[in-house]
C-alpha cells in the first residue's frame, strides 16, 4: 500500500476505537451506577490487575508487536478516563509536584483524575481521613534506604489501612534547559545524587555535583540557572519545561514500594498481602515467639521491621512490623492473630492488599 492509503486506513480504524472507547465508558457507567447504589468502592485494584494481566494475554496470544509496558499504559489511561467520568476521583499524595510519588501515582492512576500534593506524610493522612481525596500515595520502603518508618509509624495511630501495593522501579534522569556539552554543575537531593554518583561521574565527569533539599527546588535551578541540570523525574522535566538529556542505567535503577491508602483494606483476590503491627514485651525471644506463632499456623512471614514505642522511656516494649502473605479475613490469619492476642501481645492490622505482580516504571 501506499503511503496514502496507509494513512486511510489507520483513519477507520480510528473511527472504530473512539465508538468502541464510549461504547465502554457508557458500560463502565453503568458499572458504576450500579457500585455506588450498593455501596461499592469504585476503584478496585485486583479487579484493575486482573484484566491487565488478561490483555497482556490476549496481546500475546494474538503476536501483538505491543509490549506488555505499552498495552498496561494505554489501558490505565483508559481506565483512568472511566474514573473520572464517575466521581472526579482525587488522590493526595507526598509532593511537591514532580516527586516521585506524584510519578509513581500517575503511573498508577494516569492523566485524567485530580490530584493534590501534600507537604507532609500527616497531610496525606489528614486529607484521605476527611474525605477530602479518594485516596492516598505515599512510600514506604526503598531497596537501597529501607522501610519508611514515618509511614509505618502514622499506619499504627489511624484507622486508615492500606488498600494496594505499588512496586516501581526507580530510574533518574539528568534534566537541563542546555545540551549536555553544556552542564557545568548538577543540583539533585542526597540521597539521589549518592545513587547516582558512579554514572554522573562517567557523563558528566566534568560537572560539579551540588545538594539540593528536594528534586523539585533542583529542577527549579536547572530552570533559571545557565549551564545547570538536575537529577530527578521525567515528570519533573516535563513540570519544568526542561529536556531529558540522559536517563540512568538500568543496572543502577533501585526499586521503591509504595502504598495507595484508604478508608478500608482491598478486598481479597486468592493472592494478597497483609501488613501487621504486632506490639509485645521486649525480652529475650519476644520475636522468636511472634514468629513461633505464624509458624504454627503455616502462614509466611514475608518481611519484618521493628520500630521503638513512642512515650516507652524504659525499652520494656517492643514493636513489630510484619507483611504476611495471606489476607487478614482468612481463616489462618484470624486464628494466628487470636493467638498472638492470646499471648499478651497487642496485634493491629495496617491493611491487606492485592500482592504486586508487576513492577511500575516510566
Known amino acids: 500500500m501506499s503511503l496514502e492509503d496507509t494513512r486511510i486506513k489507520i483513519d477507520a ?33 485486583g479487579r484493575e490487575e486482573k484484566l491487565l494481566r488478561k490483555l497482556c494475554e490476549l496481546n500475546s496470544a494474538q ?94 495511630d489511624s484507622e486508615l489501612q492500606i488498600y494496594a501495593e505499588i512496586l516501581w522501579k526507580v530510574e533518574t534522569v539528568v534534566m537541563a534547559k542546555g545540551d549536555v ?32 533539599a528536594s528534586s523539585s527546588l533542583a529542577a527549579t535551578h536547572a530552570e533559571s540557572e545557565p549551564g545547570t541540570a538536575a537529577l530527578g523525574t521525567p515528570l519533573s522535566a516535563e513540570l519544568h519545561g526542561l529536556r531529558v538529556l540522559s536517563t540512568s542505567p538500568r543496572e543502577h535503577a533501585t526499586r521503591a514500594r509504595f502504598i495507595i491508602l484508604g478508608r478500608r483494606s482491598g478486598a481479597p483476590t486468592g493472592h494478597d498481602n497483609t501488613m501487621l503491627m504486632v506490639h509485645a514485651r521486649d525480652r529475650v525471644g519476644a520475636l522468636l515467639e511472634v514468629l513461633q506463632v505464624f509458624a504454627s499456623r503455616n502462614v509466611n512471614v514475608r518481611q519484618i521491621e521493628n520500630r521503638p514505642v513512642p512515650g516507652d522511656l524504659t525499652g520494656e516494649q517492643a514493636r513489630f512490623f510484619l507483611e504476611i502473605s495471606g489476607h487478614h479475613e482468612e481463616t489462618s490469619l484470624q486464628e494466628t492473630i487470636h493467638d498472638l492476642t492470646a499471648q499478651g501481645a497487642k496485634v493491629k492490622v495496617l491493611g491487606s492488599y492485592p500482592a504486586p505482580g508487576w513492577v511500575e516504571e516510566r
Open 13 to 45: 480504524i480510528d473511527q472504530q476505537l473512539i465508538r468502541l472507547l464510549n461504547e465502554r465508558a457508557e458500560l463502565v457507567h453503568v458499572i458504576g451506577e450500579i457500585k455506588k447504589k450498593d455501596g461499592l468502592d469504585i476503584y478496585v485494584p
Open 63 to 156: 503476536q501483538g508487536l505491543l509490549t506488555e509496558k505499552a498495552i498496561r499504559a494505554i489501558f490505565r489511561e483508559i481506565m483512568s478516563a472511566a474514573l473520572a467520568l464517575e466521581n472526579s476521583m482525587k488522590i493526595s499524595f507526598l509532593g511537591p509536584a514532580g516527586s516521585w510519588t506524584h510519578q509513581v501515582a500517575i503511573n498508577k492512576f494516569g492523566n485524567s483524575v485530580s490530584y493534590v500534593a501534600e507537604a507532609s506524610t500527616e497531610g496525606v493522612f489528614s486529607r484521605v481521613a476527611c474525605q477530602g481525596v479518594d485516596y492516598g500515595v505515599l512510600p514506604i520502603e526503598h531497596s537501597t534506604e529501607g522501610a519508611v518508618h514515618h509511614t509505618l509509624d502514622h499506619l499504627v
Open 181 to 212: 556539552a553544556s552542564v557545568k554543575v548538577i543540583y539533585g537531593h542526597p540521597q539521589m545524587l549518592a545513587q547516582c554518583r558512579p554514572w554522573l561521574g562517567q557523563c558528566y565527569p566534568h560537572a560539579t555535583l551540588i545538594e539540593s
